[in-house]
T-cell receptor
Framework: AQTVTQSQPEMSVQEAETVTLSCTYDTSESNYYLFWYKQPPSRQMILVIRQEAYKQQNATENRFSVNFQKAAKSFSLKISDSQLGDTAMYFCAFMKHDQGGSEKLVFGKGTKLTVNP | GAVVSQHPSRVICKSGTSVKIECRSLDFQATTMFWYRQFPKKSLMLMATSNEGSKATYEQGVEKDKFLINHASLTLSTLTVTSAHPEDSSFYIC?????????????FGPGTRLTVT
């Protein structure tokens, strides 16, 4: 079974600064996907970024980027130029590649990020 | 695009009664829908996966007869909590996957807060 661990229950950052959220995972799978989801106070989860395990290049989406270390099973999220709207719970998630099309996401417990003005 | 709605957003019911939660994909056809449960300060736990026109696949430990899932159309899935008890009080979130979506690309509803008195 896969597990996802987020060791930082809460973090805070000043507006315009950079913050990194940690995530580690455990799996015996060789082909899988990793995700960061954002859940703002409104509660609706939003996909922030996705990384395919077979790709060595780290994914980036505007101010969001990841540091994917496959050997270490680490998948951290870096948020640059933090904005007040980034305040949310951030969940790291794992999904194994399934030829049958199963899309089971395994989530970590989340990190509550507060961006301070 | 890719909006998922849930109704109701909040519901209070008495112990022993049943309550139905609807999940709709508003602007796309959802081949697969997922139902999650989120406890306070906890991660999302997948309850079941449903494909349109077929029986839902439940995760281990989730009672099929208690949490009835119906996915009758490509835009609607329902979760019925039968004979609800106070321990069923939780935040229920659905997500939907569209046919053309990338791996793990699930669109989440805003959630339904269920309180059983």
């Amino acid at each position: 079974a896969q597990t996802v661990t987020q060791s930082q229950p809460e973090m805070s950052v000043q507006e315009a600064e950079t913050v990194t959220l940690s995530c580690t995972y455990d799996t015996s799978e060789s082909n899988y996907y990793l995700f960061w989801y954002k859940q703002p106070p409104s509660r609706q989860m939003i996909l922030v970024i996705r990384q395919e395990a077979y790709k060595q290049q780290n994914a980036t989406e505007n101010r969001f980027s990841v540091n994917f270390q496959k050997a270490a099973k680490s998948f951290s999220l870096k948020i640059s130029d933090s904005q007040l709207g980034d305040t949310a719970m951030y969940f790291c998630a794992f999904m194994k590649h399934d030829q049958g099309g199963s899309e089971k996401l395994v989530f970590g417990k989340g990190t509550k990020l507060t961006v301070n003005p | 695009g890719a909006v998922v709605s849930q109704h109701p957003s909040r519901v209070i019911c008495k112990s022993g009664t049943s309550v139905k939660i609807e999940c709709r994909s508003l602007d796309f056809q959802a081949t697969t829908m997922f139902w999650y449960r989120q406890f306070p300060k906890k991660s999302l736990m997948l309850m079941a996966t449903s494909n349109e026109g077929s029986k839902a696949t439940y995760e281990q430990g989730v009672e099929k007869d208690k949490f009835l899932i119906n996915h009758a159309s490509l835009t609607l899935s329902t979760l019925t909590v039968t004979s609800a008890h106070p321990e069923d009080s939780s935040f229920y979130i659905c997500s939907a996957r569209r046919l053309a979506g990338g791996p793990g690309e699930q669109y989440f509803g805003p959630g339904t807060r269920l309180t059983v008195t």
